[in-house]
């Protein structure tokens, strides 16, 4: 699954081509290329490269069949593969829709950005796009450093004395974890296939305002609230106390590196003990103070970490843990982009959640902060679920938020995850299920 940046515009080719090219003469990472040399990774970077905008006229169409073809479109451009050894791995497409407005597709490869780097992107564009627009000056700080020197920065890292206290740290924290063995519709493939699929629920905004009120009142972030509630969900799933999550982190802890666009972000593993049937508020001050931990210790490259912990492996599910989540304030991204002073007339900004056919983990979640509430969506192996498990999935986590909400002080074996058709369905036969208590 991939975000796709989606501009609705009153737009041309030439400010379009201008306001990117100049993103990309700004931006190092933007004008990197990666070969193999001998059977080693390689970067190159080209000092003058430039960006074509390719225009795909869809006028002539009637309007139901514009529409399909503009979303098969999305979609192709979204799911179509880079090379990364050759041109830009930054795409940009324009759809021209009618004689006033157009769509502007905007991929870029995860090797050179991530989801921080989409905002800087916006916000460049946005600066220069209004500039050009207008004949204006655009001014914008310059960048003290690239993303090479961070790179070089954080080799030289590795092989210093603050590395040793990063993996000492994490050596204590994840010894002997457990594999999450969640019940899947298929048995575990001794080789994954990497198919994946995309369900997602809305939560509504009266639900996350009153999480959001919690969190304030217990101190914590919504981040750690829907974590500690997600854990518990896992928890209930497996039968298994030693939960344990991976959550990506931004990982911009200086200055110097928040206006670049790079890949910077890194991958915690969050590791939570829900033996002995505690309340709610109970792992929610565990998650808090792991999590808090975490962030103190978040330097330390994930993939460098498993090279140290050496975790048995087996290539049927991922070293340390197999299911991912994350929280997004989406609201919060695209108002720091674009932000009034940056506003274009004519011009709108969205997000859409494009399915890729992939997945690395059993699942991952994703929720994202929007102004109507949350939305959650999950991101599930076809090799071991069914749409319908996922589905039911999402319908429990919503009850679960809910039960907490009611009784936060509540034990874990309390909260029921039951919607109230299971409830009647499994009163009417009988049968009392696992997963109510």
């Known amino acids: 699954m991939r975000s796709l940046g989606v501009l609705q515009a009153i737009s041309t080719i030439p400010f379009l081509e201008k306001s990117f090219n100049e993103i990309i003469k700004r931006h190092e990472s933007l004008r990197t290329r990666f070969m193999a040399v001998e059977g080693k990774p390689v970067l190159e970077i080209n000092p003058h490269l430039t960006l074509t905008i390719p225009k795909i006229d869809l006028q002539e169409l009637p309007e139901k069949q514009r529409k399909e073809e503009e979303k098969r479109l999305t979609n192709l451009i979204a799911k179509?593969?880079?090379?990364?050894?050759?041109?830009?791995?930054?795409?940009?497409?324009?759809?021209?829709?009618?004689?006033?407005?157009?769509?502007?597709?905007?991929?870029?490869?995860?090797?050179?950005?991530?989801?921080?780097?989409?905002?800087?992107?916006?916000?460049?564009?946005?600066?220069?796009?209004?500039?050009?627009?207008?004949?204006?000056?655009?001014?914008?700080?310059?960048?003290?450093i690239q993303y090479s020197d961070f790179a070089a920065w954080q080799k030289k890292w590795?092989?210093?004395?603050?590395?040793?206290?990063?993996?000492?740290?994490?050596?204590?924290?994840?010894?002997?974890?457990?594999?999450?063995?969640?019940?899947?519709?298929?048995?575990?493939?001794?080789?994954?296939?990497?198919r994946g699929g995309i369900q997602s629920l809305t939560l509504d905004k009266s639900l996350t305002d009153t999480l959001k009120t919690l969190s304030r009142e217990q101190g914590v972030t919504l981040f750690?609230?829907?974590l500690t509630a997600f854990k518990i969900l896992l928890h209930r799933y497996s039968g298994q106390d030693d939960i344990v999550v991976g959550s990506p982190i931004a990982n911009r802890n200086w200055a110097e590196i928040e206006p670049l666009i790079g890949f910077f972000v890194n991958t915690l593993v969050l590791r939570s003990d829900l033996s002995d049937n505690p309340s709610f508020l109970t792992v929610l001050k565990q998650v808090k103070e792991t999590t808090s931990q975490a962030y103190k210790h978040q330097d330390l490259p994930f993939a460098k970490l498993v090279d140290t912990l050496q975790p048995e492996r087996d290539e049927s599910h991922n070293p340390l843990f197999q299911v991912m989540f994350q929280v997004q304030n989406e609201a919060y991204q695209l108002q720091n982009a674009v932000s009034p002073e940056l506003a274009i007339p004519g011009l709108s900004l969205s997000q859409s959640w494009i399915e890729t056919e992939s997945t690395k983990f059993d699942m991952t979640w994703h929720l994202v902060e929007r102004e109507t509430g949350l939305l959650a969506v999950v991101e599930y192996s076809l090799d071991l679920f069914k749409a319908e498990t996922i589905k039911r999935m999402l319908g429990h986590f919503q009850?679960?938020?809910?039960?907490?909400?009611?009784?936060?002080?509540?034990?874990?074996?309390?909260?029921?995850?039951?919607?109230?058709?299971?409830?009647?369905?499994?009163?009417?036969?009988?049968?009392?299920?696992?997963?109510?208590?």
């Open 80 to 144: 179509q593969p880079f090379n990364l050894a050759k041109g830009s791995l930054l795409r940009v497409c324009l759809l021209q829709i009618n004689a006033q407005d157009s769509l502007v597709l905007v991929v870029c490869h995860h090797i050179i950005a991530d989801g921080w780097s989409r905002g800087i992107i916006l916000k460049e564009f946005s600066s220069f796009y209004k500039a050009f627009t207008f004949n204006k000056t655009v001014s914008l700080p310059g960048l003290s």
């Open 158 to 194: 590795l092989a210093g004395e603050e590395l040793q206290t990063q993996l000492n740290y994490w050596q204590e924290k994840l010894a002997d974890v457990s594999v999450l063995n969640l019940p899947t519709d298929y048995p575990r493939p001794n080789i994954p296939t990497l």
């Open 224 to 226: 750690m609230t829907l």
């Open 399 to 437: 009850v679960l938020l809910q039960e907490i909400i009611s009784d936060p002080q509540a034990q874990i074996s309390q909260l029921s995850l039951l919607t109230k058709q299971e409830k009647n369905n499994y009163c009417l036969s009988g049968i009392k299920p696992r997963l109510n208590n």
